[in-house]
């Protein structure tokens, strides 16, 4: 992997021309960035094989709309570049802490802990059905966390919660100003901890996280979104078992998408996880869209399936979070 720098610069060309075309963010123009920086990687004949980037958000909403789905997940996920770069720190990481006996030391490098839960429920006005969640769910919900995690070492504390009615807020999708005025007046705690926001965002989605590696340069909008109704018990069948926030909270913890990549290149940079060229909803045993080993990974937390379906981290994808959280969370 030598030339993550390069990526980066040419990376930072394509935004920076992006930049100058005052608003205008065309898929044109992301098109032409995600290409560029492929190019530059099939350099590497053990690179990525194929310009084609199916999990980048825009092809993702391109096949969801061409199969008549609406996205589940409303995560902004880096690009081909940002994805090398994340992959050499965390290997950098890890070698800093092989190294830490030596002067000038290293990160820590941990494999679990408890992480502090703020839980923010944004409603339009009292009672469920105003998104106002009752305590009951909230316990329920961290139970589903904590059961998912469970195998990974991590685990979640409700530290607190808090109420806010406020109509604006109660439906903000990602990337909204409502979305940067509700966490800037609610996060709390730093780079470890979880703020948790419940709200009916709309368009579709269930939630949208933001990845450890976002934490650095926009530390206020750390945390995750979830829709009210997905928590456990909620209305919006067949997501309503509390996995949504599973999902979301992978996302945090540094995952991506199982179909991320499609089948070619490094796809989700978990080895473990069989690749699959495209989100699979429901529940299609033997699903198999990939000509790699293994069938579709469609029973992991990271896919699209029903809440009911998805079951299981891979301990590739535990590994992974460890050392997302190591770099870019623990003592930050
Ligand atoms: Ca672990
Ligand atoms: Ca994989
Ligand atoms: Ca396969
Ligand atoms: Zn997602």
Redesign the pocket.
């Known amino acids: 992997m030598r030339n993550w720098r390069e990526l980066v610069a040419v990376s930072l060309m394509f935004g920076a021309a992006a930049v100058g075309c005052a608003n205008d963010d065309s898929p044109g123009d992301l098109d032409g960035r995600e290409r560029a920086v492929c190019e530059v990687l099939t350099n590497e004949p053990s690179e990525l094989d194929d310009c084609r980037d199916l999990a980048s958000d825009e092809e993702l909403e391109r096949y969801l709309a061409a199969h008549g789905k609406s996205n589940k997940c409303g995560t902004s996920h880096p690009d081909i570049a940002m994805r090398e770069l994340i992959d050499s720190e965390l290997a950098e990481h890890a070698k800093l802490e092989r190294q830490s006996a030596a002067p000038g030391g290293g990160g820590a490098q941990v494999s679990g802990g408890v992480i502090d839960v703020y839980f923010h429920v944004i409603n339009n006005g009292t009672g469920i059905e105003n998104g106002d969640l009752p305590a009951a769910v909230i316990t329920d919900q961290m139970n589903v966390l904590n059961a998912a995690y469970a195998g990974t070492g991590w685990s979640f504390a409700l530290r607190s919660v808090d109420r806010t009615t406020n109509a604006t807020w109660y439906t903000a999708t990602p990337g909204t100003a409502a979305e940067t005025a509700m966490k800037t007046a609610l996060r709390q705690g730093g780079a470890a901890d979880l703020n948790f926001y419940t709200n009916n965002m709309g368009d579709g989605l269930l939630g949208w996280a933001t990845f450890p590696s976002d934490y650095a340069r926009r530390p206020k909008q750390d945390g995750v979104v979830v829709l009210f109704s997905s928590l456990p018990g909620g209305s919006s069948s067949p997501y309503n078992l509390g996995d949504t926030a599973t999902h979301e909270v992978g996302h945090w913890m540094g995952l991506y998408h199982t179909f991320q990549g499609g ?1 070619k290149g490094k796809g989700d940079y978990v080895s473990d996880t ?3 060229a495209s989100p699979a909803f429901g529940c299609p045993q033997g699903r ?9 990974p469609i029973t992991n937390f990271m896919d699209y399936t029903d809440d009911s379906c998805m079951s299981s981290f891979t301990a590739g994808q535990d590994t992974r979070m460890d050392s997302a959280f190591s770099t870019y969370r623990f003592g930050k």
């Open positions: 089948c069989a690749p699959e198999n869209t990939c000509s790699a080993p293994g069938d579709d």
